[in-house]
């Protein structure tokens, strides 16, 4: 799905004010009244007291686009056919919790790329760059352009699915960079602002309050999400949530629609534990966490009467995995876990975090409830089994540095063209398939060298830099092509 410019809502809204004016135009009161005042055939209106009610007036954001906007990037992804596009519903049964993924457009066949955006910010003024896991995940090229319009190849330096959190590299120095806040002392009620590009629009700002904190959502266990009713689309996701001082509180990652669009439900992990995601990538390359190896859920009323529970707290166990270290802790289905190295768990979405927090191998002390009483367990941690990142696909055969299958025009096609030469071109992917070639597209020059043979089109493309010009002849209209290498 390609973004599209808001043309049929613009004119629904003019559609709107125009026929809102014709009632206004035609409307008895609003046009008899003054005629008739003016005749004398009706009173003058009293004039109304003063309303003492002062307009509400949200906080001004201004200043902090102004002076942190230019740390946000537009994050720009290339990827293989078989990634699965964003318009996929969920599975039956799944709440509509969905990523804004990186892929602007639906799965396409094998060796048929896919494009799409994300956003990011840097972090470090030597290229260092946070942005969302699944804008990056199965990319096999990633490009950022910063505010200024220079534009970046982008090495993944790491990438974590199950914080989302990804760590990019760019070769550039002394670059804008945000402050990191603390999102522990945000609350419920403040304002929030983010900044990303929505639909590819570049450097959106869209302001909300905070909605909740330490949010659970389903299939994320490992991150208590700060839930907003900041306006976010695809396009958002890695972007930063600011709080009303400027600082970032927040990556912004998820929505909840049945739409595909927003519905007042965004959500952003905090900022602290995307740092941390961050530094453990940055020096590992991969998050290592710890494993029990059991399943839970919360605690209800009636599930705390039925096991004898003074109040409704804790993860109750609902399943462990035989050769888990639960089961060879001992731990049991219907067991409630209330406190892991005594820190209370109060909530069942408490537990897996402070699980993964723990390094493996690490021994620690489970507070179980079992059968009407509170006892100690000692289990030593296992290791979380990690999902290795998929390495970036090589090049097509026969495509080269452009991305280009091309092959010689025969006489007749020469002729028909006009041209005297020039490569026809069989098949795209890489930076061709970014700046818009299609099979079809005759290729004339390169940095304005003429072409005529493939061999004399791979050795200009191999001496340009990390740009390359191509002019191309479609449909009988000549134009330039601007191509990014890596």
Same mark, same amino acid.
């Given at each position: 799905m390609r973004d599209r410019l808001p043309t049929r809502g613009l004119a629904i809204g003019a559609l709107i004010a125009v026929l809102a004016g014709g009632i206004s135009l035609f409307d008895p009161v609003t046009s008899a009244a003054p005629m008739a005042r003016a005749a004398g055939w009706l009173d003058a209106p009293a004039t109304p007291a003063a309303s003492p009610v002062s307009p509400v007036v949200g906080p001004d954001f201004s200043a902090i686009v102004e002076r942190y906007g230019p740390a946000v990037v537009n994050v720009a992804v290339e990827g293989n056919g078989s990634t699965p596009g964003p318009g996929e519903a969920p599975q039956t049964g799944q709440p509509p919790v969905t990523q804004p993924h990186a892929f602007g457009a639906p799965s396409r066949p094998d060796n048929q790329p896919t494009f799409g955006l994300g956003s990011g910010f840097i972090?470090?003024? *030597?290229?260092?760059? #946070?942005?969302?896991?699944?804008?990056?995940?199965?990319?096999?090229?990633?490009?950022?352009? @910063?505010?200024?319009?220079?534009? /970046?190849?982008?090495?993944?330096?790491? !990438? *974590?699915?199950?914080?989302?959190?990804? @760590? !990019?590299?760019? *070769? +550039?120095?002394?670059?804008?960079?945000? %402050?990191?806040?603390?999102?522990?002392?945000?609350?419920?009620?403040?304002?929030? #602002?983010?900044?990303?590009?929505?639909?590819? /629009?570049?450097?959106?700002?869209?302001?909300?309050?905070?909605?909740?904190?330490?949010?659970?959502?389903?299939?994320?266990?490992?991150?208590? /999400?700060?839930?907003?009713? %900041?306006?976010?689309?695809?396009?958002?996701?890695?972007?930063? #949530?600011?709080?009303?001082?400027?600082?970032?509180?927040? %990556?912004?990652?998820?929505?909840?629609?049945?739409?595909?669009? /927003?519905?007042?439900?965004?959500?952003?992990?905090?900022?602290?534990?995307?740092?941390? %995601? +961050?530094?453990? !990538?940055?020096?590992?390359?991969?998050?290592?966490?710890g494993w029990l190896g059991a399943g839970v859920q919360d605690v209800s009323q009636a599930l705390a009467d039925a096991f004898g529970l003074p109040t409704p707290r804790g993860a109750l166990v609902n399943n462990v995995d035989k050769n888990g270290p639960a089961a060879e802790a001992g731990l049991q289905p219907g067991d409630v876990v209330l406190a892991i190295d005594g820190v209370a768990i109060n909530r069942s979405f408490d537990l897996p975090p402070k699980v993964a927090d723990l390094a493996p191998g690490a021994r620690s002390t489970l507070d179980v409830w079992r059968r009407g009483e509170t006892r100690q367990l000692a289990v030593v941690v296992g290791a979380l089994k990690v999902e290795a990142a998929a390495a970036p696909a090589a090049p097509a055969r026969g495509q080269g540095r452009l991305g280009l299958s091309v092959r010689a025009l025969s006489p007749k096609e020469a002729d028909a063209l006009d041209e005297g030469g020039g490569l026809l071109v069989q098949s795209v992917s890489g930076p061709a398939a970014r700046a818009g070639m299609q099979p079809g597209d005759v290729v004339l020059a390169i940095n304005g060298e003429p072409v005529t043979t493939v061999e004399k089109l791979r050795t200009l493309a191999d001496k340009s830099g990390h740009h390359a010009a191509l002019l191309i002849r479609r449909e009988g209209a000549k134009l330039f092509l601007p191509l990014t290498l890596g």
């Open positions: 972090i470090n003024p *030597d290229g260092v760059i #946070l942005t969302s896991a699944h804008v990056v995940a199965d990319s096999t090229t990633v490009t950022v352009r @910063l505010s200024d319009q220079r534009e /970046f190849t982008a090495k993944v330096i790491g !990438l *974590d699915r199950p914080s989302d959190v990804a @760590l !990019l590299k760019i *070769d +550039a120095q002394n670059l804008p960079t945000v %402050v990191i806040g603390d999102p522990t002392r945000l609350r419920v009620g403040a304002w929030v #602002l983010a900044i990303g590009s929505p639909h590819g /629009f570049d450097s959106t700002a869209t302001a909300g309050i905070v909605s909740a904190t330490t949010r659970s959502l389903p299939h994320q266990a490992y991150v208590p /999400f700060i839930q907003t009713d %900041v306006p976010v689309n695809p396009g958002n996701s890695g972007g930063p #949530l600011f709080n009303a001082n400027g600082e970032v509180i927040g %990556v912004n990652s998820q929505i909840y629609t049945d739409t595909g669009g /927003f519905q007042g439900l965004s959500f952003a992990v905090p900022i602290d534990v995307a740092m941390k %995601v +961050a530094k453990r !990538l940055e020096s590992d390359g991969v998050i290592r966490r």
